[in-house]
């Protein structure tokens, strides 16, 4: 009873002072126009639960994460229905169907299909053979997404190092490389990219991301490996010597499972390149072709659950928790996220146009798109500054003929946009999805991973800030 008065009085809070707000506004101006900023604080309060329930609360929070992330969505989604009506009740519905569901549908498939991938046999948990693992895990996130490249590798670079008595730091530098910033080469790597691929950038522009993504891995790879080597000589010598006497050749099991990575790959391709008009769910317009692409990555996660040996499965300790952890907290953070998106949406006709005003040049573009990037969903930030280039420079000119400009005559803003939403989701556990799957499946193998704010006092703001402050200087 007393959570349900909780609910209800919060709910009755925002009910009572969102209408006093927008006294004089009507909706169809855009909800982003007179959203105020405190109308973000249920998505506030879902981030600071993922920070602080954990650290302070650990029984709580295993126990009862889904109802704290079913709270704060419906103090967000009671009161803007009753203030807006149908003008909220179709943005929950805008976000929920085509955002919410095929980003669940697609790190489902990704994770169903690379949990039936198994590699056998035991690498020596050495720094030289960590920065390769790493190297490889970073390139192939640009072919499959961060989402699949992670959920490929994190399981044999868990099982290198398993019995490694330190070893959170290469699951925060797996999180930085493979999780984050190896998907910025094409439109497959991360969303932000194939937003911007489906909104008329080329396929192959993104390869012009490989100046500023060979610094920040060559960087990193190399802090990782100095400090790896630490941590490595710590290791005391009884734990090396059963490495080397556990030592077997590498195999790989389940291989059929790339066929059906390839049909993931083939169906967010074929998303991106058929037009095939629209249908309306629920009074929501929907590409056939997403319709489509959610419907093969549906069906190759399926046929991997057919097809996979229950052994292979077992031996690479695959459980739906991780994903299910994920489902369940994104839910309630892609409902409480639409105020923060409209209002960065309206640009400088909502409550930050401060902040849209203030980006003039490239280095403005890469740092607004990364910090937001940290903490909201990178996708609809990417458009955002996309968006905002196009004004500052092509102002009333269509889509496809002022994208094709900005690509190629004031390409270093698109670039900024790009990079600052691609690399900058390695700051937070909540910057990318694969951050989060990754930290659960760690943390259900035993390793003890640092705290949301103790991930990015300790690993993200002195490592990757400076990094990327050295990027900003020889590119942007």
Known sequence: ???????????????????????????????????????????????????????????FWHHHFGKV??????????PFVLTYGGVATRSLLHILLLDYLPFIILLWSLFTVAGGIYVSGDLLGKPRINVLLLAIGTLLSSLIGTTGSAMVMIRPVLKTNLERKYKTHVVVFFIFLVANI?????PLG???????????????????????????????????????????????????????????????????????????????????FWKAGTVSVLGVEMAVANLARDLILLVMGSLSLYFTPAQVRKNNQFSWGPIQEVAILFAGIFVTIIPAIEILKAGTDGALAFLIRSIQQPAHYFWAAGALSSF?????????????????????????????????????FLEAVSAGAVFMGANTYIGNAPNFMVKAIAEECGIQMPSFFGYIARWSLPILIPTFILVTLVFF
């Open 1 to 59: 009873m007393s959570g349900r008065r909780w609910l209800l009085g919060l709910s009755l809070f925002f009910t009572l002072l969102l209408p006093g707000f927008a006294s004089g506004a009507t909706p169809e101006r855009g909800l982003g126009t007179i959203l105020p900023l405190w109308s973000a604080l249920p998505f506030a309060g879902i981030l600071l639960s993922i920070a602080l329930f954990p650290l302070l609360a650990p029984k």
């Open 69 to 78: 992330s079913a709270f704060w969505g419906l103090v967000l989604a009671i």
């Open 182 to 186: 190896g998907g910025s080469l094409t």
């Open 190 to 272: 991360d969303p932000p990219l194939f937003l911007g691929f489906l909104h008329h950038v080329p396929f192959f522009w993104t390869l012009n991301l490989i100046g500023p993504m060979a610094l920040c891995s060559l960087i990193l790879l190399t802090l990782f490996f100095f400090i790896d080597r630490h941590y490595y000589r710590k290791e005391s010598p009884a734990d090396k010597k059963m490495d080397e006497a556990h030592t077997t050749p590498i195999r790989i099991h389940g291989k059929r499972n790339f066929l059906f990575l390839a049909g993931i790959v083939g169906g967010v391709l074929l998303s991106g």
């Open 376 to 412: 909201l969903d990178n996708a609809p930030t990417y458009l955002t500054f996309m968006n905002t280039a196009l004004g500052q420079f092509f102002a009333g000119m269509p889509e496809p003929q002022a994208v094709a400009l900005l690509t190629t005559q004031k390409k270093i």
